[in-house]
């Protein structure tokens, strides 16, 4: 099998992506990516999907983006928000040893702790050297921040997610933290706190989950 690095030429670095993992999926390489930080934000906000003010600037801009990588690279571009039916990202992310379920149920990356976020994915028509599984960051995690943080419970052991009480929070003014910068369960999270992401992309998140 071919080196998958050498594949990905140019580097999803240069549009400001990183891999967040890879698997094979029969004679397929499955590769995904997600924003590449520090710096993701400056570099969406400055773009045109961005600043035109029209809907789901985000999306465009990852499908310009990814589809521009996708045809270097000589694969296809495959994206979360394409559906029904819907391409399996969560079973993706979980078999590319990069990423497990957390204790609050969100997915947590091995880099990106519970920032991850999957912008796209591009099938690559080879079998390709896959990175090697990472180590899941909650088996060594003390005291697991992300079960206590939330201020009205709605993410916690059960792994049921209370999205009534966490929209209303967020809708409050005692939300104002969590609407601005990010949902603290998230924030709280050793790994995420490390990856260097923008509060304002996740305030921009935030007002897109209201």
Same mark, same amino acid.
């Given at each position: 099998?071919?080196?998958?690095? &050498?594949?990905?030429?140019p580097?999803?670095?240069?549009?400001?992506l990183?891999l967040?993992?890879?698997?094979?999926?029969?004679?397929e390489?499955i590769v995904?990516?997600g924003?590449? &930080?520090?710096g993701?934000?400056?570099?969406?906000?400055?773009s045109? &999907?961005?600043?035109?003010?029209?809907?789901d600037?985000?999306?465009?801009?990852?499908?310009?983006?990814i589809?521009?990588?996708a045809?270097?690279?000589g694969?296809a571009a495959?994206?979360?928000s394409?559906?029904?039916p819907?391409a399996?990202?969560?079973s993706?992310a979980?078999?590319?040893?990069?990423?497990?379920?957390?204790?609050?149920?969100?997915?947590?990356?091995?880099?990106?702790?519970?920032m991850?976020?999957?912008r796209?994915?591009v099938r690559?028509?080879?079998?390709h050297?896959?990175?090697?599984?990472?180590?899941n960051p =909650? &088996?060594? =995690?003390e005291?697991h921040?992300?079960l206590t943080?939330?201020p009205?419970?709605a993410?916690n052991?059960?792994?049921?997610?209370d999205?009534?009480? =966490?929209?209303?929070?967020i809708s409050?003014?005692?939300?104002?933290?969590?609407l601005?910068?990010g =949902?603290?369960?998230?924030?709280?999270c050793?790994?995420?706190?490390?990856?260097?992401?923008?509060p304002?992309?996740s305030g921009?998140?935030?007002?897109a989950?209201?």
């Open positions: 099998m071919a080196a998958l690095l &050498e594949a990905l030429s580097a999803p670095e240069t549009a400001q990183s967040f993992g890879a698997l094979h999926d029969g004679s390489t995904l990516l924003p590449h &930080e520090p993701f934000w400056h570099v969406f906000s400055a045109p &999907e961005y600043q035109d003010g029209a809907p600037p985000l999306d465009r801009w990852s499908k310009r983006v589809g521009a990588l045809a270097g690279w694969g495959v994206f979360p394409d559906g029904p819907y399996p990202f969560l993706w979980l078999a590319s040893g990069q990423a497990w379920q957390s204790p609050i149920g969100m997915l947590v990356h091995a880099r990106a702790g519970l991850i976020s999957y796209g994915a690559l028509p080879a079998l050297d896959l990175p090697p599984p990472a180590a =909650c &088996e060594t =995690c005291g921040p992300c943080t939330c009205v419970g993410l052991s059960s792994q049921v997610y999205v009534d009480a =966490c929209k209303a929070h409050a003014p005692e939300g104002a933290d969590c601005a910068s =949902c603290l369960a998230r924030r709280a050793p790994v995420s706190r490390s990856y260097g992401r923008d304002a992309q921009f998140h935030m007002r989950f209201l």
